[in-house]
Nanobody, 115 residues
Framework: QVQVAESGGGLVQTGGSLALSCSAS????????GGWFRQAPGSQREFVAQ???????NYEDSVKGRFTISRDSAKNTMYLRMNSLKPEDTAVYYC?????????WGQGTQVTVSP
């Protein structure tokens, strides 16, 4: 059975950096696309970044130029490098990976940016 798990969250000061990882377990994982959403307290979950199997990448406007999404297909792992972090980036970050008609979500990792 496929399971997805995030790691790498933590507390950082404004202007700092964090790197998140999202690993999917299971053999012959037929990845189609995946990415990251985030949810701040009292807010709806919002799109952050997406990457396809072919390497096409999309970002939410507020993170363009600061965040970088990538994927290692051999490891079934996605990454989100976050630079120049702002307090507005504080949220629980959730990764997802799609394989065909199935979508798999991680349990989330907390990112807190102090002013």
């Amino acid at each position: 059975q496929v399971q997805v798990a995030e790691s790498g969250g933590g507390l950082v000061q404004t202007g700092g950096s964090l790197a998140l990882s999202c690993s999917a377990s299971g053999n012959n994982f037929a990845f189609t696309h995946g990415g990251w959403f985030r949810q701040a307290p009292g807010s709806q979950r919002e799109f952050v970044a997406q990457i396809t199997r072919a390497g096409t990448i999309n970002y939410e406007d507020s993170v363009k130029g600061r965040f970088t999404i990538s994927r290692d297909s051999a490891k079934n792992t996605m990454y989100l490098r976050m630079n120049s972090l702002k307090p507005e980036d504080t949220a629980v970050y959730y990764c997802y990976q799609n394989a065909g008609l199935n979508i798999y979500w991680g349990q989330g990792t907390q990112v807190t940016v102090s002013p």
